[in-house]
């Protein structure tokens, strides 16, 4: 694990532990998967490599908080109320943010913007957030049927990397009769549909 930290006030060290405390080993596991297949997507995609390993690193900092301190954010913070009808999937990346500002003071936009819409994408992404999107998805420790294509494409097109995993989510959500969040439904509209 390694990247140049200018994006907070702490140091990499502080916020590698602060991090780490936070959850247990096998998500720790996952995120610094997630901050190397992010380095790596952005040599490949011209984007500053420091930046997206930070932020792969840090993307499911609050994936352990428990419901109870979400809800609180959520009516206290200023969030949209609507998101009191979805539930921690959605949560860790939307409201995971204020935890980030807070307690890892980081306060760059794209950072947080890329956090906010990890689980879910949007109809417009920048390249930081596919990278973390994608990232998230083919990390080395991820296994599932079609990994190995989706590392494929993504590798060769960060855009059709997005396209193939909304399609994928969408087809286990919808398998699952589980609700469908009206911006990955959104998402999957604009990055998934052939040409
Ligand atoms: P993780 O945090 O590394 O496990 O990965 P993600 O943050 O990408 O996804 C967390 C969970 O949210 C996964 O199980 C997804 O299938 C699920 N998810 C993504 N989009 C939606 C949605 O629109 N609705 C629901 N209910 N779950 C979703
Ligand atoms: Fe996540
Ligand atoms: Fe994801
Ligand atoms: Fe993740």
New binding site residues.
């Given amino acids: 694990l390694n990247f140049k930290n200018t994006f907070s006030p702490l140091s990499s060290e502080e916020l590698v532990a602060r991090e780490k405390a936070k959850m247990d080993d096998k998500?720790f596991q996952?995120c610094i998967g997630?901050s190397e297949t992010s380095r790596k997507l952005a040599e490949l995609n011209n984007y500053d490599p420091d930046k997206a390993a930070l932020a792969g690193f840090i993307?499911?900092y609050a994936?352990q908080i428990p419901n109870e301190k979400f809800i609180e954010v959520i009516k206290k913070q200023g969030f949209d109320q609507d998101l009191l009808n979805?539930?921690r999937?959605?949560w860790?990346?939307i409201v995971g943010t204020y935890f980030i500002e807070t307690e890892l003071k980081i306060t760059d936009p794209e950072i947080l913007t890329a956090i906010r819409r990890?689980?879910?994408a949007d109809t417009e992404m920048t390249t930081l957030d596919k990278i973390v999107?994608v990232a998230?998805?083919i990390e080395p420790h991820r296994d599932f049927p079609g990994v190995e294509e989706a590392r494929k494409v993504a590798f060769a097109n960060l855009d059709q990397g997005v396209g193939y995993e909304l399609a994928h989510?969408?087809d286990?959500?919808v398998k699952n009769r589980?609700?469908?969040?009206?911006?990955?439904?959104a998402a999957y509209n604009v990055w998934s549909i052939k040409k």
């Fill in positions: 998500r996952h997630v993307h499911d994936k979805y539930n999937a959605i860790h990346g990890h689980t879910t999107f998230d998805f989510t969408l286990f959500l589980q609700k469908i969040y009206p911006k990955t439904l």
